[in-house]
């Protein structure tokens, strides 16, 4: 059983340019969700998807879009980034149905270091 | 609203017990505790469901108190490994099932000396 896979590692980006960042789901996992986690922070929700569709969203701009393919994997971009974007960005992948989002254990994967100059 | 975790920080000696405390202002659906150890990702613990559902790994126990909108997580005759950052996160009961979101805390750090 492959584990979630996150790329890249670590990133360094300057003021107002785009970065994308990519998750594998664990085998079988249907939903992605996204955190970003500053330092010495809990994890915020950025946003989830269920079966390829957003299936809900937290409290961040819209410049952070998400994406989610057939097979599950799935990208978060970030356009017009700013300082106080330098984050860990986690995943997490699980087995959602269409009921309740948040009912099974989710897999995080090791996330993406960005550093924002 | 995030949640809020109590204590901050705890220093055990090996064998010794910890609880740590989360608490909502929010009716909740759900709680979840998760650990992350330094520069690791976060790692499932259990999740407590409203009506008494949990699912988790048998060695972790937990509690939550629905009317209070508190959770407790229990840690009995600590080993080293226990050592790291916990999270709880709460579902809030009138998020009506979507994925409003999983509110984490600013968590608990656990330091187990030998």
């Known amino acids: 059983e492959t584990g979630v896979t996150q790329s890249p590692t670590h990133l360094i980006k300057t003021r107002g340019q785009q970065v994308t960042l990519r998750c594998s789901s664990q085998?079988?996992?249907?939903?992605v969700s996204w955190y970003q986690q500053a330092l010495g922070q809990g994890p915020q929700f950025i946003f989830q998807?269920?079966?390829?569709?957003?299936?809900g969203r937290g409290n961040f701009p819209p410049r952070f879009s998400g994406l989610q393919f057939p097979n599950y994997s799935s990208e978060l971009n970030v356009n017009a980034l700013e300082l106080d974007d330098s984050a860990l960005y986690l995943c997490?992948?699980?087995?959602?149905?269409?009921?309740?989002?948040?009912?099974?254990?989710?897999?995080f994967g090791p996330g993406t270091r960005l550093t924002v100059l | 609203q995030q949640p809020v975790q109590s204590p901050q920080a705890v220093i055990l000696r090996e064998g010794e017990d910890a609880v740590i405390n989360c608490s909502s202002s929010?009716?909740?659906?759900?709680v979840h505790w998760y650990r992350q150890k330094h520069g690791e990702a976060p790692v499932f613990l259990m999740i407590?469901?409203?009506?008494?559902e949990q699912k988790g790994h048998d060695k972790i126990s937990a509690s939550f108190n629905e009317k209070k909108q508190q959770s407790s997580l229990y840690l009995t005759a600590s080993q080293l490994s226990y050592s790291g950052t916990y999270f709880c996160?709460?579902?809030?009961?009138?998020?009506?099932?979507?994925?409003?979101?999983?509110?984490f805390g600013k968590g608990t750090h656990l330091i187990i000396q030998p």
């Open positions: 997490a992948s699980s087995l959602g149905t269409s009921g309740r989002a948040w009912d099974n254990e989710q897999f």
């Open positions: 085998s079988g996992h249907n939903t």
């Open positions: 998807y269920y079966r390829e569709e957003e299936n």
């Open positions: 929010k009716a909740l659906y759900s």
């Open positions: 407590l469901l409203k009506g008494g």
């Open positions: 996160g709460t579902d809030t009961l009138y998020s009506g099932g979507g994925a409003d979101g999983l509110t």
